[in-house]
């Protein structure tokens, strides 16, 4: 039986209490919670030691991993303290909306055939088959749309896109950038893209003329990404959706300086919330490339539409 004393003092700390409420939903390795709540494993493991030392949660071992749960049976007296506090955990919301994504994933079995799959592709020669024969392809099977490209830059994605859709906006906020893009979509004869110097949070684009809104690597650039989610949602008709790829979350704080990177990537349930409160509907994101050379980074997919 937990000491009502002992509990008292391990529940005081605002961190252990996001952690319990956690367990009392599901059952979860120190890996999912260092995801959910984007911390590391050092941190996540002394708090669930001292919750464990209280008697508030028990492990198992399956397999490789160790699983932690709340115990299911508290005093009424901790319960009622659990019940009290749950109002004063700002991020209690947030950490439910990431658990659920989490437990997405962990049921997402075709999914992981498809990372294994991802992970061989590329890595043995067979002739013919490329990552740009494979782009050519799908673009020929997308119906022509009128496409948003948000931080176009030089407009290299942009003239793909071009080739396959009715219409392309490309915005990027340097003029420079606008104008060399521009002059090079011109000479290879596409006439049915055009290059607009803009802000993401502020694109020169009409609201509900736009089927697709796209963020290639550019969000994390935004000051303010979600007023740039937001104003692509303004700027997509009703069935419109949106594409984001982008940097997962990262410690490599030396993108500010090498790349110009205002944000530090954004984490899975990061993006999914974003897109939710901008209005988004049937929002799906997934980690899909991880680079093999030191730092590592990970690209993150996120879809959604407007209803």
């Not at 007023?227 to 997962?248: E, H, N, S, Y």
Request: proline share 5%.
């Amino acid at each position: 039986m937990p000491s009502i004393l002992k509990s008292i003092r391990v529940l005081a700390d605002p961190l252990r209490l996001r952690i319990l409420f956690l367990l009392e939903k599901e059952e979860l390795s120190v890996a999912e919670i260092q995801e959910i709540l984007a911390m590391g494993q050092s941190r996540i493991s002394t708090h669930l030691s001292q919750l464990k030392q209280a008697e508030l949660v028990e492990d198992r071992r399956s397999g490789k991993n160790v699983l932690y749960r709340m115990v299911r049976v508290l005093p009424p007296e901790i319960r009622a303290l659990l019940e009290a506090s749950r109002a004063e955990i700002p991020d209690a919301e947030d950490d439910a909306r990431a658990l659920d994504l989490a437990l997405r994933k962990r049921a997402d079995r075709m999914r992981s055939y498809f990372d294994e799959l991802a992970g061989r592709f590329g890595k043995q020669y067979v002739p013919g088959r490329s990552w740009r024969g494979l782009a050519e392809a799908l673009l020929l099977l997308m119906p022509p749309l009128d496409i948003a490209d948000l931080g176009a830059g030089e407009g290299a994605f942009s003239q793909l896109l071009a080739r396959r859709a009715r219409r392309v906006i490309a915005v990027d906020n340097s003029p420079r950038m606008v104008e060399v893009a521009q002059e090079l979509a011109t000479r290879n004869g596409l006439a049915n893209i055009e290059f607009r110097v803009g802000d993401l949070e502020t694109p020169p684009i009409a609201d509900g003329s736009m089927d697709l809104a796209f963020f290639s690597q550019s969000l994390h650039h935004a000051l303010h990404p979600q007023r740039a989610l937001d104003a692509a949602w303004q700027l997509l008709r009703p069935g419109g959706r949106i594409a984001i790829l982008d940097l997962k979350r990262h410690n490599f704080e030396e993108a500010r300086e090498l790349y110009a990177d205002h944000w530090l990537g954004f984490g899975e349930a990061e993006l999914e919330a974003a897109l939710l409160k901008a209005g988004f509907t049937n929002v799906q994101v997934a980690t899909v490339h991880r680079e093999e050379e030191t730092p590592h980074f990970e690209t993150v997919l996120a879809l959604g539409e407007k209803s």
